[in-house]
């Protein structure tokens, strides 16, 4: 039988490697499966960091939509093995008065679809059983969201991706799921956050009442990362205070 209580959310001696992990979400995380015992390297396209990462958390600066090999290449090298893939990175570019422009589209689908599936293709030959990869997705890509096609399109393609990677991957033991944040606190959501009709209004939308912080996702990352998610794979886990849940109140 496998060890159980908190031993099963350890993550001592496994290596992350988690994209987007300048900021926001992506910075949660890699902290998180650094204080969950893991080595991380942390990937995103600014020179430095900002805020104050765990000291288990290394960093190096590339482009998502074409380093990923480079990336694992350096993980290869610095740890000799790679046990998690968080794909966090993402963009959203929302539609002018004219609708979304094809090029913004195609933007937002190569940085948060396209992207993620190269990093996929790039690590998955080096995990092993028990290895696993987590795509953020966003409740976005389980609703129609107003005026930003490419991103509502972009993060449901990568919840289906996830279910078609769990299918191929599964046969070695490396399991893939989708982690579904809803309206959480970031740079990304800044403007609405500190627009006070807006803000209410999204907060009314959960069944908590609040925004989302950041922190609010980092005990389910650990979940999926570690053994205590052991048997789950090509699923959706939805951290939304309730926002899907909620019917016409």
């Known amino acids: 039988m496998v060890e159980g209580g908190l031993a099963l959310f350890s993550l001592s001696g496994r290596v992350a490697l988690v994209t987007g992990a300048s900021r926001g979400i992506g910075a949660a995380l890699a902290y998180g499966l650094a204080s969950a015992g893991a080595d991380v390297l942390g990937v995103a ?66 940085v948060n679809l396209r992207a993620a599936y190269a990093a996929c293709r790039a690590a998955a030959p080096h995990m092993s059983a028990g290895g696993s990869i987590i795509n953020v997705a966003s409740i976005g890509g389980l609703t129609g969201f107003p005026a930003n096609p490419g991103y509502v399109a972009s ?22 799921n989708t982690l579904v944040p809803g309206y959480i606190h970031t740079d990304m959501t800044a403007v609405s956050f500190a627009d006070p009709e807006r803000h209410a209004q999204r907060a009314k939308h959960t069944c908590l009442g609040r925004w989302g912080e950041v922190e609010d996702l980092v005990g389910a990352a650990v979940f999926l990362a570690s053994d205590a998610s ?6 959706d886990l939805v951290i939304d205070g309730g926002w899907t849940a909620k019917g016409l109140l």
């Open 45 to 110: 396209r600014s020179a430095a960091s900002q805020g104050e990462l765990h000291p288990q958390v290394r960093y190096l600066a590339a482009d998502v939509t074409t380093d990923m090999t480079r990336v694992v290449e350096a993980v290869m090298a610095a740890f000799g093995r790679l046990d998690i893939l968080v794909n966090a990175a993402g963009i959203s570019l929302p539609a002018e008065a004219e609708g979304q422009s094809l090029a913004a589209f195609d933007e937002t689908i190569g």
């Open 155 to 176: 993060k449901g393609g990568l919840r289906l991706l996830t279910k078609a990677l769990a299918v191929d991957y599964g046969s070695r033991g490396v399991r893939v």
């Open 230 to 235: 052991r048997y789950m794979t090509g699923q």
